[in-house]
């Protein structure tokens, strides 16, 4: 869907992954954040109005659940706390905006690059975690430039934190590496 799109309902990620990209008037798409299998997005016309707030574009061969708001009403209307769900879901949603907005403008690069990563790679999960995520897109998501966050991506892997391959990466330990970025979370 597009951004100014008028909201129909909710997303979710099966299988492959999503780009949630932005702009502003005049200026070019800005990639937000990139939706991982598990994960939620999309806007519900119960919880505010307007258009649609992003643009979400499949990064790879997805598979998706579409859950639209009359499908959400009638869902409520059986079984009213149901929407306890959806708003926390939204909560979320606003939380991770502002944690990122709270990153891009307190951490050097090094360490927003190892918090993104954390991030994308869900931080409390252990083990490793494959991420479809160039190192292109990675710059655009922190605001550096490609060659910057090579740099940082590729020390991150000397400290075996990362395993890289072609268009992806494999976090290897995603608390470690949130630990690495010297933040913790709530």
Known sequence: YGMGDALNGLYGVVE?????????????????EIVQAGQWF???GRFGGGPR?????????????FLPDHAMHAIGAKAPEIWRNFTE?????????????????????AKRVAARL???AGAQKSGPVRLSVTQSQLAEMTGLSRKTVNGHV?????????????????????????AQAGISLP
């Not at 707030?53 to 659940?65: R, Y």
């Not at 000397?158 to 608390?175: C, E, N, R």
Request: zero cysteines; charged letters at 5%; hydrophobic letters at 55%.
């Open 53 to 65: 707030l992003v643009t979400a574009i499949a990064g790879e061969k997805t598979i998706l659940a």
């Open 89 to 109: 879901l939204l909560y979320g949603q606003l939380a991770g905006a502002l944690l990122l907005a709270t990153l891009a403008l307190s951490l050097p690069p």
């Open 16 to 32: 492959g992954s999503v780009h949630l990209l932005s702009s502003t008037a005049g200026t070019q798409s800005v990639l937000l």
């Open 42 to 44: 999309g806007q519900a």
């Open 118 to 120: 954390a991030l994308l």
């Open 154 to 178: 590729q020390a991150l892997e000397q400290m075996g934190l990362l395993s890289l391959s072609y268009g992806a990466l494999t976090v290897l330990d995603p608390a470690r590496l949130l």
